[in-house]
């Protein structure tokens, strides 16, 4: 590797959920897995600590209205599994993690359909004061009909309706976030006795289909203004949304060649929306399984095996693809009846009968829809930079897998081997996260449809 | 005082609202005023340490949707004073404040109309957990129409409908606090794989007037269940609302007899709900100002009278009274319409014109709608004590004078006196917020309407 400066950095996010099981189903159940103590402020403080002794950009933390509940019919299998659920209000988390950090950022989930424009801009922008303009927000649309249930509505309705709702609340909060108050608004002027100059704080009368709103955005300019925004939606209208809002998505790689297409296609999109392509940062997650040689990592990832459950993997599949597993079997091929409406999913994701559904699962176990990673910490640290070449990634999600036991070996290995390659900082960059990202900022850059009603 | 151990132990919350100007309205102009540091975190983390060192049962925050825009017919009087607004959002402080102290409680105030139970409900027993069951809820409905249009509605509804919805919205969120999760459902069994045993999580089917939904709780039971709740109504039908569902109430005493006959006739409408009058503790706000001397203080109280707003009290309580203060001249003799509705409001305000509304502001310049206590360490521990023996009061409401200087004198000072006397505690007793208050609990007592339906 020749040429450390020019080469692309890689970014690094954690990829976290509050609750006992996510990504590597089961692994909670092992002697040395700290998931269980989710509950507990002193595990997130610790976990933020950590974070950035790693030097990681970002604390990602999803999250979702609901309990997955299609697997078998019910939430049994999520609550026996801690599977998704029971789950925390990540929002709340965020400023204790913010108190004992100084330059890691915070990724929050918030939907985008069940929650009003001026509490959440109001709340988003107190993370952002609390943070010093280091927070990022997931913008997800909810997909659990258990979710819409417990939110008081009937079902998620239509996919493409989703965004669109989405689309209008985004719509609302940029207005809210970047319109209401002009710069210099605030005065805090003592002598005068002025703290803020009425002539610069602008009321909005937002108007929508779905959301109407007459208001002055309640929370003087945070540092970033609109928190630096995310999106994973992989859908064409997933898609279409991200290309237009996000300044950061994750994709699930299937292979880096297929990665490097929805990257390329991805940044088409973004052009097309008139913003640079390079405005959009794009991540893919990993489960990273390290240890000195490759046989000890491959040992150590078939000990951590013995603790998977893939009842906790089906109860997340089937309440993302909306297909029930527990209606096939595991260990025999599988047959479909003429009308079955999941046969080509099923198909693929049994290689067409090459696996049975067990197997497939099994292979899966400690990832989920992540890439898995086993080896030295050289060969992980050569996978990740060859993933990022190969396929224009900008960086990786690093997903859990034995808590916290995965994240310091990743930190204490294959941090420095990235870093020896000139592919990853050896110490953070200053300013908001939008800046540590982008290397300009604080705000959103002029192209990007927030500053265009200004 | 004789007999220090039987005599009523008084309760102290420190009364706050996350903004630059509130209750002693302007000081924030004062040079030694901190409270422009409103929007950073070290300052709320700084203030949580502060407030145990003073063994402060609770740290108590005011909050409100909307500007106020009733004083002059629009938001520029509280911007420029920076009374109330802007604001940040106080449930996203509390875990920063929760990591550096132990035993002081955080009571968040959250709208009963403007949330959905679900979600509303994930986020305070997030807090919970994370607190490790030092949470209370200030229930409120909003009165202010700008926070209602604010929140998408063409105004705040009429006040007995408000509180009917109210009443809806905290019977769904004990649905889901009290009745979804049985005691022992989470079984964190790593040995059998079983994180809880579905069998006993509940589907709560809530199917109100105002609010419906259908799902279990989505967060695993926190440590108090329901956080102790707190209200402050004051028209008949607020008090009914409290005398129904609250564990602390706050009154706006004027005199002691005044109070003294609130708190009996409010102990008298707890007893017929059923539940036992003591299980609500009663607080009365107070700004006090303290010296080595009653003369001291008294020149200490009129130093920082030069730095006050009458301006920002009008804000406030031409919002509140939802009267336009603005519309009344400042130094004459008031004259009245005869069909102006707000005669007996203003008259009352004035003393029939023995004053001007200048001197009638003047004279709550710094206390607000608070009792002022000015007087030597003595005089005001005893005034607390003299207060509290002759109207059945539990405690009081510190409220914000010079920040962070008033609430660091009373410490300091007043402290003390009370311990001296036998009416303040010297530690922390063990427990929740709840067990703390009441020496019972963590959960609601058996009385109280949440538990009926268990």
């Given amino acids: 590797m020749v040429g450390a400066v020019s080469a692309k950095q890689i970014r690094l996010n954690v990829l976290e959920q509050c609750n006992a099981s996510f990504a590597a189903f089961g692994l909670w159940t092992h002697p040395r897995d700290r998931a269980v103590e989710y509950t507990s402020l002193d595990f997130w403080v610790e976990y933020a600590r950590l974070a950035e002794r790693g030097l990681f950009d970002n604390f990602f933390i999803a999250d979702v209205h609901g309990t997955p509940d299609v697997y078998g019919g019910s939430v049994d299998a999520a609550l026996r599994n801690g599977s998704q659920g029971p789950i925390l209000d990540p929002v709340v988390l965020i400023s204790a993690m913010a108190h004992v950090t100084s330059d890691l950022a915070f990724t929050v989930t918030g939907n985008a359909t069940y929650e009003m424009p001026y509490s959440f801009a109001r709340r988003m922008s107190t993370l952002d004061h609390m943070t010093r303009g280091r927070l990022g927000w997931n913008v997800v649309t909810g997909y659990l009909n258990s979710g819409a249930r417990a939110m008081g509505r009937d079902g998620i309705g239509s996919h493409d309706l989703r965004y669109d709702v989405a689309d209008e609340f985004l719509d609302g909060v940029y207005r809210l976030w970047e319109d209401s108050w002009e710069e210099g608004a605030v005065r805090k002027d003592k002598e005068r006795g002025i703290y803020v100059d009425p002539a610069k704080v602008h009321e909005i009368d937002f108007r929508g289909e779905h959301y109407r709103f007459r208001t002055i955005h309640a929370t003087e300019t945070s540092p970033q203004r609109t928190p630096v925004i995310f999106q994973a939606g992989a859908s064409p209208r997933g898609r279409a949304f991200a290309a237009r809002h996000a300044e950061g998505i994750y994709i699930n790689g299937t292979s880096r060649q297929v990665a490097a297409e929805q990257v390329a296609a991805f940044r088409k999109l973004v052009a097309e929306e008139g913003r640079d392509p390079q405005s959009v940062k794009v991540f893919a997650g990993v489960s990273v399984f390290v240890d000195e040689t490759a046989e000890a990592a491959r040992a150590r990832y078939e000990e951590y095996k013995q603790y998977a459950s893939i ?30 409406a999941n046969r080509t999913v099923m198909e693929n994701m049994t290689k067409h009968n090459q696996w049975t559904l067990r197997e497939a699962m099994d292979a899966k176990a400690l990832s989920g829809t992540n890439i898995p990673l086993i080896g030295s910490a050289e060969e992980v640290a050569e996978e990740l930079i060859a993933w990022a070449d190969e396929t224009d990634l900008d960086g990786f999600n690093i997903s859990r897998t034995l808590s916290f036991e995965g994240l310091e070996r990743f930190i204490d290995m294959v941090i420095p081997q990235l870093q020896e390659r000139g592919r990853y900082k050896t110490a953070y960059s200053p300013g908001t996260f939008r800046e540590k990202l982008f290397g300009h900022g604080p705000h959103l850059p002029s192209d990007h449809p927030a500053t265009k009603k200004r």
Avoid: H, K, T, W
């Fill in 311 to 340: 009842e906790g993997l089906m109860v997340l599949m089937s309440g993302a693809m909306g297909i029930d597993l527990s209606q096939y079997p595991l260990d025999e091929p599988l047959r479909f009846q003429e009308n079955d």
